[in-house]
């Protein structure tokens, strides 16, 4: 059977300061039922805003939808994201994302489960590796 999960039928989310540095919202959560491994989220960044560094254990996807954002993978330049962009972050990569200093952003992510683990978090992205990207 479908399930269609209405817009605004879930409450948004704050990102936990444990995992985000500074205002991140995250809405409409999704994951896949019974065998389905395949889960992810609708997460808006304010400007500044970003994850801690982590990982994923099956990779992660990332289709950004508004605004102006950035990625970075451990020990690669940081790199710009715009709407309509489309980001593919393999298995264990240790990686993190956010908006601008200027400029929100919003991406649908998606993650696959393994053995009841999307992501692996780990420390936050200090302010002098997030000031490369500016």
């Known amino acids: 059977m479908l399930v ?14 444990d995992y985000f540095t500074g205002t991140v919202r ?14 992810g989220a609708t997460v808006t960044f304010e400007p500044g805003a970003r994850t801690a560094w982590h ?14 954002g950035l990625v970075q993978e451990l020990g690669q330049p940081v790199r710009s994201i715009k709407p309509g962009d489309t980001v593919w972050i393999p298995p264990n990569v240790k990686h993190w994302h956010g908006a601008t200093a200027t400029t929100a952003m919003t991406h649908i992510a998606i993650a696959e489960v393994l053995d009841g683990k999307v ?7 200090s302010d ?4 490369q990207g500016l």
């Open 4 to 17: 269609i999960n209405t817009n605004g039928s879930q409450p948004s989310a704050k990102g936990p300061a």
């Open 26 to 39: 995250v809405d409409a959560p999704f994951k896949g039922t019974e065998d389905a491994r395949v889960s």
């Open 55 to 68: 990982t994923h254990p099956l990779g992660q996807t990332l289709i950004v939808t508004a605004g102006s």
């Open 119 to 125: 992501v692996d978090w780990m420390e936050q992205v």
């Open 128 to 131: 002098e590796q997030y000031a």
